[in-house]
């Protein structure tokens, strides 16, 4: 099944430890990006990657890191993560510049920093 | 930088109702997309289109560039529906990126 596969789904920490975020897409997407949601913001980009060792920053690239050295993976790293990281973040991949085709979104991940 | 506009950000009608939702954005775009959330939080990709109209079941998106305008229809509404609907413009620039602006949602409730 041709999916985006993010893990894990919920995920408590406590603010500076280090967490890592995965992303997996079994479609060879060329394009990876990640997003978080917050209430009254909606979705906001935080990195994409047009390529294995392409990334770049999105909207809201601040206490995020990214790294694409596999095609299939992209994850997000939190060197040290603060309480306002505190949201729910989605994982998305498609195929590179044909914007004629849709976005595949991961379940998501519901991270709590306290 | 574009701006994503959605209205209503919440509506309430009952089962068998026709909806509309629309989206209007304020800069040229590559593409529309319109996004459903369910409860429990999974984005599932409804349409993508950059000119005309799209049908699939009884979900219609239209898009009209000229005015920045994008609607999506539901015909014969049914409880299933309820969820949030988002809209979001898909730019690519000079480099080949694909940002995406995001509309803040419309949440749908359909009661029986």
């Known amino acids: 099944e041709a999916q985006v596969t993010q893990n894990p789904r919920y995920l408590i920490t406590v603010t500076g430890k280090k967490l890592t975020v995965t992303c997996s897409q079994n479609m060879n997407h060329e394009y990876m990006s990640w997003y978080r949601q917050d209430p009254g913001l909606g979705l906001r980009q935080i990195y994409y990657s047009m390529n294995v060792e392409v990334t770049d920053k999105g909207d809201v690239p601040e206490g995020y890191k990214v790294s694409r050295k596999e095609k299939r993976n992209f994850p997000l790293i939190l060197e040290s993560p603060s309480p306002n990281q505190t949201s729910l973040y989605f994982c998305?991949?498609?195929?590179?510049?044909?914007?004629?085709?849709?976005?595949?979104f991961g379940s998501g991940t519901r991270l709590t920093v306290v | 930088k574009n701006e994503v506009e959605q209205s209503p950000q919440n509506l309430t009608a009952q089962e068998g109702e026709f909806i509309t939702i629309n989206c209007s954005y304020s800069?040229?775009?590559?593409?529309l997309h319109w996004l459903q959330q369910h409860p429990g939080g999974g984005i599932v990709s409804l349409f993508m289109l950059s000119s005309g109209k799209k049908k699939h079941g009884r979900l219609i998106a239209t898009i009209n560039i000229q005015e920045k305008h994008s609607s999506l229809h539901i015909t014969a509404s049914h409880p299933r529906d309820s969820a949030v609907y988002i809209c979001a413009a898909s730019m690519v620039s000079g480099g080949g990126a694909d940002g995406l602006t995001f509309g803040k949602g419309t949440h749908l409730i359909i009661q029986p």
């Open positions: 998305a991949s498609k195929k590179r510049l044909w914007f004629y085709y849709g976005y595949t």
């Open positions: 800069v040229g775009i590559s593409a």
